[in-house]
């Protein structure tokens, strides 16, 4: 069974532009995580989605946000691109909305805005 | 909300040593999970081990277990028998009862020393 799959790995953007990652979880997984992963912050928990909608949002401005396809892949956006947006970007999937065994995580998209 | 705490920014091991890996949490809840997962030069975050809260003994995944405390909320990761492969960098998590999203710890990178 494939794992996580995010594109693109990479990504240099200006500041003031907008972006665009996808994330496509293991097959059959409905609900897909996003994180953003900093040197300074670590990780912290972006938003979940499962069944197309939005279940929970971390402490993110308004200009990260996401969506969720029928087939499960996930997009997520940032716009007007900030210096400090710099990270990589991890997507994880599980079966079930709410799963408390396991998130599978992709090997995420490492974002630079210059 | 819950905070999670990994005091050791770097630690190393000999080869075929053991090494313990620190990590504290604080919450108001019950019943929650823990996870430690592994994030190696590749980036592609893994799970190696996780625990239910309301179970009192230690979970172990072959050459890894740990020490859970609930009353201290102390939660670390012993590795026996170390080996190259497990350079990595650990993160220890919180996760509700409820799922949804991880509480992730700052992370320590461990180095493996041939």
């Known amino acids: 069974k494939a794992g996580v799959t995010q594109t693109p790995r990479y990504l240099i953007k200006t500041r003031g532009q907008q972006v665009t990652l996808s994330c496509s979880p293991i097959?059959?997984?409905?609900?897909v995580s996003w994180y953003q992963q900093t040197p300074g912050q670590g990780l912290q928990f972006l938003f979940e989605?499962?069944?197309?909608?939005?279940?929970n949002k971390g402490n993110f401005p308004g200009r990260f946000s996401g969506r969720q396809f029928s087939n499960s892949r996930s997009e997520m956006n940032v716009s007007t691109l900030e210096l400090g947006d710099s990270a990589l970007y991890l997507c994880a999937s599980s079966p079930l909305a709410g799963d408390t065994y396991e998130q599978y995580f992709g090997p995420g998209t490492r974002l630079t805005v210059t | 909300a819950q905070t999670v705490t990994q005091s050791q920014p770097e630690m190393s091991v000999q080869e075929a040593e053991t090494v313990t890996l620190s990590c504290t949490y604080d919450?108001?809840?019950?019943?929650?999970?823990l996870f430690w997962y592994k994030q190696p030069p590749s980036r592609q975050m893994i799970l190696v081990i996780r625990q239910e809260a309301y179970k009192q003994q230690n979970a172990t995944e072959n050459r890894f277990s740990v020490n859970f405390q609930k009353a201290a909320k102390s939660f670390s990761l012993k590795i026996s028998d170390s080996q190259l492969g497990d350079a990595a960098m650990y993160f220890c998590?919180?996760?509700?009862?409820?799922?949804?999203?991880?509480?992730f710890g700052t992370g320590t990178s461990l180095t493996v020393i041939p």
């Open positions: 989605y499962f069944s197309e909608t939005q279940r």
């Open positions: 097959s059959g997984h409905r609900s």
């Open positions: 919450t108001s809840e019950s019943d929650y999970y």
């Open positions: 998590a919180y996760l509700r009862n409820t799922g949804n999203q991880f509480y």
